[in-house]
């Protein structure tokens, strides 16, 4: 059974309980909502289209922009592939002796919190301006959820 409140109400909720069992408290993060990715890729469609590149490399030179990323330090040995969707190698060098690369590994929008991917959004839209591709705002966006057709 998954209880879901305020501290202050999981705590009160807690008390309630029989002593002698256990529960498990999991942070909950924020996720985002699917008219929001479906307007990310709506506009990424049109953004790829427009310069002429698919949307899987319109999508990547995003998550570079204005995604989130970390630079990791591999063996050179180690395919980055084998860790990560995206990434970038950054360069090679050594260290006592053994091989290296260093890898800029992006975070999936997937994987994104909403705060995370609302910066995604916003450099896209940003990107959409610079190329005269009309998109939705912000809040035209938000009225999606609460419009309801006529007689309803």
């Not at 924020?30 to 506009?43: D, G, I, P, Q, V």
């Not at 091989?99 to 959409?128: H, N, P, W």
Request: with cysteine.
């Amino acid at each position: 059974m998954a209880k879901v409140g305020t501290p202050r109400e999981l705590i009160a909720w807690l008390l309630d309980q029989q002593q002698d069992k256990v529960f498990e408290v999991k942070e909950r993060r924020n996720r985002r909502s699917l008219t929001a990715n479906a307007y990310y890729w709506s506009m990424l469609h049109d953004l790829a289209r427009k310069l002429g590149i698919s949307r899987t490399e319109c999508h990547k030179q995003m998550l570079r922009e204005y995604g989130v990323s970390d630079v990791v330090l591999l063996r050179a040995d180690i395919n980055p592939a084998d860790y990560f969707k995206y990434f970038d190698l950054y360069d090679a060098g050594e260290i006592r002796g053994t091989r290296y690369k260093r890898v800029t590994a992006y975070k999936q929008s997937s994987l994104m919190d909403s705060k995370e991917f609302s910066g995604l959004i916003d450099g896209l839209r940003f990107e959409c301006e610079q190329q005269d591709i009309p998109f939705m705002t912000p809040e035209e966006v938000a009225r999606l959820h609460f419009e309801q057709p006529e007689g309803k």
